[in-house]
């Protein structure tokens, strides 16, 4: 699975839009990107994935780029229950394979 | 639909004893994974079953870690005996192979292990 890195923290205030970025350069045309994220004491939560078509639900959009070396999550209006450390992760979409969690990027959404 | 269910949600032992994890995965969902996070570390990947079948085991740590998964439905991860090293907390994920691709894994909220 491919590598990718994020910003260790960012900051957002509260009814503005987060856009979380996320670089994986070494992406295969087989890897997807997903998006997880993990509030205080809870299990990482699935947010949204994409190849390279961007994509939107009830959650989040995804913006991939053409090149498909980064991608931006977007939290359209962040609320205080948004502030959780997020993970992008590139994985092939087939079977079930395991997630490669990184280190992730800390939102805090600021009142 | 109930979610993935881990018991207990937090345990405290002493060095060299034993304890067992369970996980109760969404009903259906035939792929079963444990994960972990240690003190300090990323979530790193344990052991992935298909059914009763362990489908890739190559996260485990060493031969403390055994995990089953009778009858293809809930699992348990046993350590023994435990080591202080072993502290963290430990995830359970299920997913369902013919909905993994819109859905993901669903997590349970974990299990706190201490080793005291």
């Known amino acids: 699975d491919a590598k990718t890195t994020q910003p260790p923290s960012m900051d957002c205030a509260e009814g503005r839009a987060a856009n979380l970025p996320c670089n994986h350069s070494?992406?295969?045309?087989?890897?997807?990107v997903y998006w997880y994220r993990q509030i205080h004491s809870q299990g990482p939560q699935y947010i949204i994935h994409g190849l390279k078509n961007n994509e939107t639900n009830e959650m989040a959009s995804l913006i991939i780029t053409e090149d498909r070396k980064s991608s931006t999550l977007i939290l359209p209006h962040a609320t205080l229950r948004d502030t959780a450390v997020y993970y992008c992760?590139?994985?092939?979409?087939?079977?079930?394979?395991?997630?490669?969690f990184g280190t992730g990027t800390r939102l805090t959404v600021i009142p | 639909e109930a979610g993935v269910t881990q018991f207990p949600s937090h345990s405290v032992i002493e060095k060299g004893q034993t304890v067992t994890l369970r996980c109760d995965p969404i009903?259906?969902?035939?792929?079963l994974y444990w994960y972990r996070r240690v003190m300090g570390k990323e979530i790193k990947f344990l052991l992935h079953?298909?059914?009763?079948?362990?489908?890739?085991e190559s996260g485990m740590p060493n031969n403390r870690f055994l995990a089953e998964r009778t009858g293809g439905t809930y699992s348990t991860l046993k350590v023994q005996p435990a080591e202080l090293e072993d502290s963290g907390v430990y995830f359970c994920?299920?997913?369902?192979?013919?909905?993994?691709?819109?859905?993901?894994?669903?997590f349970g909220s974990g299990t706190r292990l201490t080793v005291v």
């Open positions: 994920a299920s997913s369902s192979t013919t909905l993994l691709a819109n859905y993901g894994y669903t």
């Open positions: 992760i590139v994985r092939v979409k087939t079977g079930a394979n395991n997630l490669f």
């Open positions: 070494t992406i295969s045309g087989n890897e997807y």
């Open positions: 079953f298909v059914k009763e079948s362990k489908q890739d």
């Open positions: 009903s259906g969902h035939d792929n």
